[in-house]
Nanobody, 113 residues
């Protein structure tokens, strides 16, 4: 059974940094994986993704501030978030597809002074 477990969320001041982790169990993380986020009252949106070959994609609103990476030995994908803004406040979800999609439970990120 595939499980994705996110961690690393929390409260941070504007301009600060956080690193989210997504540990994959029951499968190899060398599939297409992505981070999405959902703010209250808004639709879930794609933040960043990484393909099996290592090609990265970033949404315009995070490009230059966020970095997605993968550690195959730890079966974990990361999202390094720098220069955080209040509008980055959301629940962040990890997603993996092996042909079938799987979601993590989400981790709350709050950017506030």
């Amino acid at each position: 059974q595939v499980q994705l477990v996110e961690s690393g969320g929390g409260l941070v001041q504007p301009g600060g940094s956080l690193r989210l982790s997504c540990a994959a169990a029951g499968t190899d993380c060398r599939y297409f994986m992505a981070w999405y986020r959902q703010a209250p009252g808004k639709q879930r949106e794609l933040v960043a993704s990484i393909t099996s070959s290592g090609t990265n994609y970033y949404a315009d609103f995070v490009r230059g501030r966020f970095t997605i990476s993968r550690d195959n030995a730890k079966n974990t994908v990361y999202l390094q978030m720098n220069s955080l803004k209040p509008e980055d406040t959301a629940v962040y979800y990890c997603y993996l597809t092996t042909g079938r999609g799987y979601w993590g439970q989400g981790t709350q990120v709050t950017v506030s002074s």
